[in-house]
């Protein structure tokens, strides 16, 4: 009863028993929200709560401080070397073999295990084949050249092939660097080995004879050439003085790779081939063949020689033009073919310029001659070894008014038919005009068989006759000429001699030989010129190359198969 009275006063009135109970005793529904007694937060519980979260912030943001400010560039560093990275893996330099398959340039691992370009045939293939440049890294360490890059010759030519394609690994590394995991994805694939038209052994024989023939008479340098008349195809290419590419691809050897590039710039001079020289008498075979084809003479023609030709001065007739020749045996009457043999200067000034009283009224003309020995490629623009072949010079009015400025004389005809005056051509080229010679086609020079097998030879625009008799009057040279020391038992040659004077005082000469063997069956072409020697020395190319081919048939003598 009392509590009854007490919530009377309490509210006012009597509790009823719907008061008192939930109203979900006397509600039927299915909705649990309906019987969720709610009861408001104190004031305690609301600032605990919102003392936590502050105090949770603090934490929070502390530590990304400690993390990202105070300590951000170290852990970012240990987190960019604890991922997942790639890395190049270089593929092996392909190797280089001769024709018959020997290395001439390789691969090798050094003391440290880096890998090392070898070079098998050092000074005598240090032109042709060239040097690479190694890899290279920065002050950290880091390579910015993975890969051998060739930097001159065979190795710069053929510098995409000889790479190879390069391998590609991933890796996983640790915060503290260490690598976790590691898988190739992609192997290094490395190219089959390049394969020249060149015999190291043969090459290595010419550059010693080459070398040894300089030393002991007087000669600055020397060089030679020898390819094949049908295809183009270099057998054999070098160059004295040489230098060796060996320390070029050795890492560690800087200060050797050094002391070679400090070699006098004739030692990196690839003569054979980029070297230009008066070609003095080898020129006239080429102006025979011009001077039959256009009919100025026949086979059976002759010019008499005295030992001069005199040419008069209409400004003052008591000084007349003399130009002699060379020698007593060009001497007398000379059809074409013995003045190939004996090297007639008074017979190809006459058939070039003209001789009136020798029978010869205008001779070929200056005009013509050009347009001719343009036809022997002297002048084409090749490429070999990764160089650029200089194109030669052939001497012409417009050229001799642009160089000298005055016009052009009829002795200036004279001394170009004798491969003088301004007249330059490389040993390359000889080798390849007098192939043509030899087979009516002309061929350019290559250094591997696809190369070869691109180009298709041309034919000479001359009458296989006129080439006919000039063969005959190289073959004579050999014979009972000036070419004597060629007369070998053992095969047949044909060749043309040449010495040019070189300076005023003509102290000085080149000694040349171009020729082509067998005689009957035209295989191989050849060029040596032997450069800057005593005047008065009768040793040179001749020497040079009957050397070569007394080790061509001790060593090699399917080279001089019929």
Known sequence: ?????????????????????????????????????????????????????ALLLVIVASRAFWLQIVHGQEYAALAKSNVVASAIVPAPRAVVVDREGREIAGNAAGEDGELLRTYAYPFALA???????????????HFYQWNFKGVAGAEKAYDEILRG??????????????????????????????????????????????????????????????????DGSVLAATNYPSFDQRPFGNPASSTEAAR?????????????????????????PFVGVSALSRGVITPATTIYSDGKLVVPNPYNPAQPTTYRDWGAPAH??????????????????????????????????????????RAFGFLDALT????????????????????????????????????????QVTPLSLARAVGSIATGKLVRPCLTEDECASHTPTDLPFPQEALTVVR???????????????????????????????????????????????????????????????????????????????????????????
């Open 1 to 53: 009863m009392w509590r009854k009275k007490w919530f009377a006063n309490k509210f006012g009135h009597e509790i009823t028993p719907d008061e008192a109970l939930p109203e979900a005793m006397f509600v039927t529904t299915n909705d649990e929200d309906a019987f969720r007694v709610e009861v408001p937060l104190t004031k305690n519980t609301a600032g605990v709560f919102v003392f936590a979260t």
């Open 127 to 141: 032109h042709l084949i060239g040097y690479v440049s190694p890899p290279k890294k920065d002050a950290s360490g």
């Open 165 to 230: 394609e390069d391998g590609l690994m991933w890796y996983e590394t640790s915060a503290q660097g260490d690598i976790l995991t590691q898988r190739m994805v992609r192997s290094p694939r490395e190219t089959p080995p390049l394969r020249l038209t060149i015999d190291a052994e043969l090459t290595q024989a010419l550059y010693t004879i080459i070398q040894e023939t300089a030393q002991e008479r007087g000669f600055v340098g020397g060089s030679g050439v020898l390819l094949r008349v049908d």
């Open 260 to 284: 070679e590039l400090a070699r006098p710039h004739a030692a990196h001079l690839p003569r054979a081939w980029a070297g230009r020289y008066a070609p003095g008498s080898t020129f006239k």
């Open 332 to 373: 007398g009457a000379n059809d074409i073919t013995r003045a190939l043999a004996f090297s007639s200067n008074v017979f190809f000034m006459s058939v070039a310029g003209g001789n009136p009283p020798a029978g010869i009224p205008t001779g070929i003309g200056i005009t013509n001659l050009a347009e001719d020995l």
């Open 384 to 423: 070999f070894a990764g160089t650029e072949v200089p194109s030669g010079v052939i001497p012409t009015p417009q050229w001799k008014e642009k160089i000298y400025g005055t016009r052009w004389r009829l002795g200036d005809t004279y001394l170009t038919a004798i491969g003088q005056f301004g007249v």
């Open 472 to 562: 005959k009057g190289m073959r004579r040279a050999v014979e009972e000429g000036t070419a004597r020391g060629l007369h070998l038992p053992f095969v047949t040659v044909a060749a043309k001699t040449g010495t040019a004077e070189l300076g005023t005082t003509h102290t000085s000469v080149n000694s040349l030989v171009i020729g082509f063997f067998p005689y009957e069956h035209p295989r191989y072409a050849f060029a040596v010129v032997m450069e800057q020697g005593p005047a008065t020395n009768t040793i040179g190319g001749v020497y040079v190359m009957a050397n070569l081919l007394l080790w061509m048939r001790d060593h090699a003598p399917h080279y001089l198969e019929e």
